[in-house]
């Protein structure tokens, strides 16, 4: 599944109010970047996805109904990723979802 232009226009302008924000196709899907560092994906089934890497910003995203990437691969094995789906309330308020980029981003510092 590929990437429609609504999708990636969606994603950059809920993030659009962070610092030098960019994006990169890769996989399918998007990365998307403030000031090089990649704090998002966009999957390539649409669904925006926000990084962390564990601690207390990921035990609050599970808290808001976000979910991990998870996948099995080719040998029956469960992974993951450190990307977690974007709560639902934040693909409706614009400003939760820059609140989030930002701690994701203050995070991986």
């Known amino acids: 599944m590929s990437l429609s232009a609504g999708d990636i226009a969606f994603a950059t302008e809920l993030f659009e109010d ?53 996948y099995t691969r080719k040998d029956g094995a469960a992974s993951s990723m450190p990307y977690y789906s974007l709560p639902d309330a934040a693909l409706e308020d614009s400003e939760l979802a820059l609140d989030l980029g930002r701690r994701a981003l203050a995070a991986l510092d």
């Open 18 to 70: 962070l610092p030098d924000l960019t994006t990169r196709r890769m996989f399918g899907g998007m990365g998307i970047y403030s000031q090089g560092v990649i704090f998002a994906l966009l999957h390539s089934d649409g669904q925006i996805m926000i990084k962390s890497t564990g601690g207390a910003f990921a035990s609050e995203l599970e808290a808001m109904g976000a979910v991990k990437w998870t």
